[in-house]
């Protein structure tokens, strides 16, 4: 372990790209280490490495390609909880009567039956020095093992680090998966979900089927089940599909952005949204993960069998998630991202708390 931590620092005192990620129960962490500062766009979904594409669907996907990065895998090692931080930010009145301004337009919106769900988020911003990214990213690694942790870093656009329980897609040959995930409420919150919140979870799964209708085969969807992430209890259905003649890059336009982090009518949604948030999300819920990476199958685990070296074959496999529950740092400030869905049956107090409720996510690891 002592041997990522001088990795990540190194590239981070050097001013290098890296990416350091954990796959959701993995037992090992990996890394992406470019072997130059050079910004390097995604040209096809052909290609193989680490992408990071942003929530507005005309911008770039930043991609560490696996050609020209050192791809690096570490043993994760469980040092067990840490105490929680003690860092918080100041609630900021102005902040709070802003969103509540946008939270009513939106709501006003879907009662004049422009939108059926609109998901307005919010920045939380403040002076921060952060030092060690490691320590930061094992933070995240060992509060929240069930997600995909990350610290991405560029110098010529900052760092980005998170924790997300959404899968937006995981392909493996021609099976494909990806989930519907929606409503939120604290795990120690002791009720019963509320028929907005399973309205809204139920919005998301038929918007994400339709979407997948035109791409893919053999459309199956799980029952309605209640995940756990952190300190938040999310609603979750599943989907499975086989992919069609339909490439990956077309699949993942039809689906982002998802009702989940953007709304429905899609499109008038995203209108408004860059109207009215006031602020740019960038990478915030966009995704990011691994694309066309090698995963070595073999018959047998005993790895001095031969019969196991004969049947060895190496499938190309993608891991996506959405950006949720994220942190940017930049020029000593660091920004918290954080939103909800809004319905018709949507209360702009209760909306607000949610909020406030998710940016502990990462205020937990500063």
């Not at 996907?61 to 696996?66: A, L, Q």
């Not at 802003?98 to 422009?114: P, T």
């Not at 790895?303 to 940017?328: D, I, M």
């Not at 930049?330 to 708390?353: Q, R």
Request: hydrophobic share 35%.
């Amino acid at each position: 372990m002592q041997e990522l931590i001088q990795h990540i620092e190194g590239a981070w005192a050097s001013e290098m790209p890296f990416v350091a990620y954990h796959l959701p129960e993995a037992g090992e962490v990996n890394c992406f280490f470019p072997k130059d500062s050079q910004l390097r766009y995604l040209q096809h979904y052909d290609e193989a490495g680490f992408i990071f594409s942003p929530f507005k669907i005309e911008s770039q996907t930043i991609v560490f390609p696996e050609a020209s990065s050192e791809v690096l895998k570490f043993k994760l090692i469980d040092f067990g909880k840490e105490s929680k931080s003690k860092f918080s930010i100041k609630e900021n009145p102005e902040e709070k009567e802003n969103y509540l301004k946008l939270l009513w337009e939106a709501i006003d919106q879907i009662h004049a039956e422009r939108f059926k769900k609109i998901v307005v988020s919010r920045k939380i911003s403040t002076a921060y020095n952060l030092q060690h990214p490691s320590e930061l990213f094992l933070k995240l690694t060992q509060f929240y093992p069930e997600a995909f942790t990350y610290v991405w870093y560029h110098p010529k656009v900052g760092l980005w680090a998170g924790a997300s329980p959404e899968v937006l897609a995981k392909t493996y040959r021609t099976q494909f998966k990806t989930m519907a995930l929606a409503g939120t409420k604290p795990a120690d919150e002791d009720r019963d979900w509320t028929e907005k919140e399973l309205d809204e979870q139920q919005m998301v799964t038929d918007e994400i089927t339709d979407a997948l209708k035109n791409h893919t085969e053999n459309l199956q969807i799980s029952e309605r089940q209640t995940d756990k992430a952190g300190d938040l209890l999310h609603l979750r259905t599943d989907i499975r599909a086989t992919l069609a003649s339909s490439k990956l890059g077309d699949v993942l336009k039809a689906m982002h952005p998802t009702p989940a982090v953007c709304g429905l009518p899609k499109e008038k949604a995203y209108q408004f949204l860059k109207v009215n948030e006031a602020y740019d999300r960038d990478f915030y819920t966009g995704f990011f993960g691994e694309l066309n990476m090698p995963q070595h199958n073999q018959r047998s685990s005993r790895t001095q069998n031969q019969e196991n070296q004969a049947y060895k074959s190496v499938v190309r496999v993608s891991n996506l998630y959405v950006n949720l529950r994220c942190l940017s740092y930049a020029d000593g400030t660091i920004n918290i991202y954080v939103g909800g869905g809004i319905t018709k049956d949507s209360v702009p107090e209760d909306e607000w708390l949610e909020t406030v409720n998710k940016s502990r996510t990462m205020l937990k690891v500063l």
